[in-house]
T-cell receptor, first 116, second 114 residues
Framework: ETGVTQTPRHLVMGMTNKKSLKCEQH?????MYWYKQSAKKPLELMFV???????ENNSVPSRFSPECPNSSHLFLHLHTLQPEDSALYLC???????????????FGEGSRLTVL | AQKITQTQPGMFVQEKEAVTLDCTYD???????LFWYKQPSSGEMIFLIY??????QNATEGRYSLNFQKARKSANLVISASQLGDSAMYFC???????????FGSGTKLNVKP
């Protein structure tokens, strides 16, 4: 596999469930991101990990818990979510800026979450 | 403060015509990168084009070009010869500072009419 892979692509869960979203990148990048995209809203940055260390937590509620065991894997653990958490969750990765490199974000296809 | 502004929530363009999607940005940094992404209805974000703040020439990638006006802090995307498959959401983004943080605009929904 190449690029950024997210699983599951679709998830339906109740408010009392616990589930996890998984992201894996095969690009050798050292930064990984979680974004939330709700209908009719801009992309919201949730978390940034750089070399496995969390460098950004954009005031995300504690019912979202990220985990980055290594530079290739990123998880988003979900528990006691609310219906307003229903959204497309996008994972992305990027590389350090190097000469001749643009350093763009590479996105996965997203996990569409519905909270009942 | 909002870093990226896209003032066009929706645009229509006739197939085979050119269209310009507007983007302005706000930064006091001298070194930054500007990006455009396309998001079809399926959801994936597709990187289209990049412009570095020190690049003197406007970036081009096939039918996509970036009209970079540094003094005005604008980075408009121009799509030439629109195709039906160009119908999608388009997001303008800026990298940094810090260097591993990306700021996205609210997007422009482009509809290409046959």
């Amino acid at each position: 596999e190449t690029g950024v892979t997210q699983t599951p692509r679709h998830l339906v869960m109740g408010m009392t469930n616990k589930k996890s979203l998984k992201c894996e990148q095969h690009l050798g990048h050292n930064a990984m991101y979680w974004y939330k995209q709700s209908a009719k809203k801009p992309l919201e940055l949730m978390f940034v990990y750089n070399f496995k260390e969390q460098t950004e937590n954009n005031s995300v509620p504690s019912r979202f818990s990220p985990e980055c065991p290594n530079s290739s894997h990123l998880f988003l653990h979900l528990h006691t979510l609310q219906p307003e958490d229903s959204a497309l969750y996008l994972c992305a990765s990027s590389q350090e800026l190097l000469a001749g490199r643009t350093g763009e974000l590479f996105f996965g296809e997203g996990s569409r979450l519905t909270v009942l | 403060a909002q870093k990226i502004t896209q003032t066009q929530p929706g645009m229509f363009v006739q197939e085979k015509e050119a269209v310009t999607l507007d983007c302005t940005y706000d930064t006091s940094d001298q070194s930054y990168g500007l990006f455009w992404y396309k998001q079809p209805s399926s959801g994936e974000m597709i990187f289209l084009i990049y412009q570095g703040s020190y690049d003197e020439q406007n970036a081009t990638e096939g039918r996509y070009s970036l009209n970079f006006q540094k003094a005005r802090k604008s980075a408009n995307l121009v799509i030439s010869a629109s195709q039906l498959g160009d119908s999608a959401m388009y997001f303008c983004a800026m990298r940094g500072p810090p260097h591993n943080k990306f700021y996205f605009g609210s997007g422009t929904k482009l509809n290409v009419k046959p």
